[in-house]
């Protein structure tokens, strides 16, 4: 202990280059909160890196616990459940992985002393679009769109009239598109509000309305804050991703895109003043409006983003391995060569439980194509249950190869829920 403590630190974690051994005093313990596909692949990286990955979720199954050590089911939303986890299990690492955590737990808890990834409050202050929009604004200086925030429905109509239409409203503590609404007239205002104010993942009365771009790309910037060999802090920012939302879910992403010199610079010096704001350690994803030659900052995801799932086919180190390489201290030089890649999800159809999944010989018989089948116990339309990856010479056969794979890929689902015995054989 004493050798470690003589090491640099950034926001708790340790500038190091030995992990001990899983189940010993010795080990490099990770406490995921959220055990969905992404804590998944940072979970599977976390382990060939040689640490302990303790699995936590709010339902039992969930793809990252079938790959840690151990696992709890537990509502995160709890402050005590959540503070009895950490003092039970004593985390190196606590790395939130989804929204639904009570983040204000989790800065007691650095207050404490215990290490929280990428820092407590910059956890809670991505969780919140509030919060993540003035940092952005007003500390970060970086560009964004006009943006209100609002309590009512009376008031999201003032507001929307003062933005102008289209305009969107989103749920103040969201991801992946849930609860947001892109609106074109004062008619879908009432059940635009109920989208955002009922259906992000905490539901509240304030909600954001943000103007609508007119953007021509959207665009996710993976960063990454981390050691270097010599043990100073640096921040990587990888290739662009472009991504497609059909309504507002994310569908598909490809890597690289290319920009124009000055485009891709200011893509480059937005993700690192708004990451560095933030600090800790660790990949943010970093999405953001191209419209001509601006570019607008949208919002800032603390961890591994959906989107970067194409980085299991583009990158050496996917932003899963650069995530685990972060949080253990462990030192990094890139950004590194990318290789043409798409990901195109597999998406549910329909409510059922342990779905099965047909056509898998054919999906993955061309070169370069990979699945990822997430294992999630439950399915529900447009829930993610895979990703099909692939790579290819260019970005746009990347693109064919994967959406080709991912629609024959079928899924097939129980009615009835299994039964526990069933569900978790001995």
């Known amino acids: 202990m004493s050798e470690r403590a003589a090491l640099p630190r950034v926001a708790g974690v340790p500038f190091r280059d030995r992990i001990g051994t899983p189940g010993t005093r010795d080990a490099a313990r990770v406490l995921l909160l959220g055990s969905g596909e992404l804590g998944r692949e940072v979970a599977i990286e976390a382990v060939r890196l040689g640490a302990e990955v303790i699995a ?27 503070r009895a986890l950490v003092e039970r299990e004593a985390p190196d690492v606590i790395v939130p992985e989804i929204e639904q955590i009570a983040t204000s737990e989790l800065v007691a808890l650095e207050a404490e002393g215990w290490t929280v990834i990428p820092r407590a409050e910059s956890a809670r202050a991505t969780m919140d679009r509030e919060r993540i929009r003035r940092i952005a604004a007003e500390r970060a200086h970086v560009r964004t769109s006009a943006f209100r925030f609002v309590e009512s429905e009376g008031e999201a109509r003032s507001a929307a009239r003062d933005v102008g239409f289209p305009c969107v409203f989103k749920a103040m503590m969201s991801s992946s598109g849930h609860g947001m609404t892109v609106l074109r007239s004062e008619a879908e205002i009432a059940a635009a509000y109920r989208e955002a104010s009922e259906h992000g993942r905490v539901p509240s ?3 954001m309305i ?9 665009v996710t910037m993976l960063t990454l804050r981390h050691y270097d060999p010599s043990g100073a802090i640096a921040t990587t920012v990888m290739d662009p991703i472009a991504h497609v939302r059909p309504g507002t879910l ?23 003043a ?15 409006f191209v419209a001509g030659e601006r570019v607008y900052f949208s919002e800032v995801s603390p961890r591994p983003h959906d989107t970067g799932l194409v980085t ?20 990094y030089v890139g950004p590194e060569p990318t290789t043409p890649a798409a990901a195109r999800v597999i998406l549910g159809t329909e409510s059922g439980w342990a779905p099965s999944f047909g056509g898998l010989s054919r999906a993955i018989s061309p070169p370069g194509v990979r699945l990822f089948l997430f294992g999630k116990p439950q399915s529900y339309r447009d829930r993610r249950l ?23 890929v079928e899924a097939e689902l129980r009615v009835e829920n299994p039964s526990p015995s069933e569900s978790h054989p001995a």
């Open 210 to 218: 943000e103007e609508f771009i007119r953007f021509d790309r959207e």
């Open 274 to 288: 708004v990451t560095d704001e933030l600090g800790g350690v660790g990949i943010f994803g970093v999405e953001c």
């Open 312 to 331: 299991l086919g583009s990158q050496w180190n996917s932003e899963f391995a650069l995530h685990a390489r972060a949080i253990l201290g462990l030192p």
């Open 56 to 82: 936590a979720d709010r339902y039992a199954g969930a793809p990252a616990m079938a790959v840690a050590h151990r696992s709890h089911v537990l509502p995160m939303t709890d402050p005590a459940a959540l």
């Open 250 to 272: 994310y569908h598909e992403s490809w890597q690289p895109e290319r920009f124009a010199a000055p485009v891709e610079e200011s893509l480059r010096r937005t993700a690192t």
């Open 386 to 408: 895979g990703v099909a990856v692939a790579r290819a010479p260019t970005t746009e056969l990347a693109r064919r190869l994967a959406d080709d794979a991912a629609r024959i």
């Open 205 to 207: 009365p304030r909600i």
